[in-house]
DNA sequence: CAGTATCCATTTCGATACTG
DNA sequence: CAGTATCGAAATGGATACTG
């Protein structure tokens, strides 16, 4: 939980699930989080080896993020998270 | 995440999947949680229909708390976070 | 485009002490 | 036993403005 926690860290990895995004589709993917929470938690991400960040040297500048290996095990986890969620949800709203 | 939020959260209810358990078998099965936490945790949950809480009106006071369906559904998603968890958990070791 | 910097509000956690 | 009360520390999130 350490890992998966802040609010925000299950949509951003789910975002990135089917592959390489670069940081303004997440912003779009994740419309509510603020570009600082955003950078935060590639960041803390990256740092955990998590995903991995690559920068092009072009103009103007690109950055993609992907899923690394460990990442991928996350999956998983996350998707039984947004399952039984939106289950719930469904139940909630009966 | 808003339902399973919290850092503890998870242990709670993890210490609670294989049957009911009192308020001091808790406070043992997760140490490092605060009574103070524990109450706040225990009472949201069973605000939100995760669990039951039991009074027993017997001197000394005893209370159960009990997973109910609704509770038994997340399970699944606590399971392979503790799975996936403990796995890197030993990549990093190594 | 992909960020940083600042400042502030809110939430969460924790320690300690007390109680029916 | 099963809590509650109080206080304070710390992490987290958000709005806004600025930059190579």
Redesign the interface.
Same mark, same amino acid.
């Given at each position: 939980? @350490? %890992? !998966? @926690?802040g !609010?925000w860290t299950? =949509?951003l990895l789910w975002a990135l699930s089917d592959g390489p995004r670069r940081f303004s589709e997440l912003r779009r993917n994740c419309p509510y989080i603020s570009a600082k929470v955003m950078t935060n938690k590639l960041r803390e991400l990256e740092r955990r080896n998590v995903l991995t960040r690559t920068a092009m040297p072009t103009s103007p500048p690109t950055v993609e993020y992907e899923l690394n290996p460990?990442g991928q =095990? !996350?999956l998983?986890?996350i998707r039984?998270?947004v399952?039984? @969620?939106s289950? %719930?949800l469904l139940?909630e709203a009966v």
């Open positions: 939980m @350490g %890992l !998966l @926690g !609010l299950p =949509e460990h =095990e !996350l998983p986890a039984t998270i399952d039984v @969620g289950r %719930l139940r």
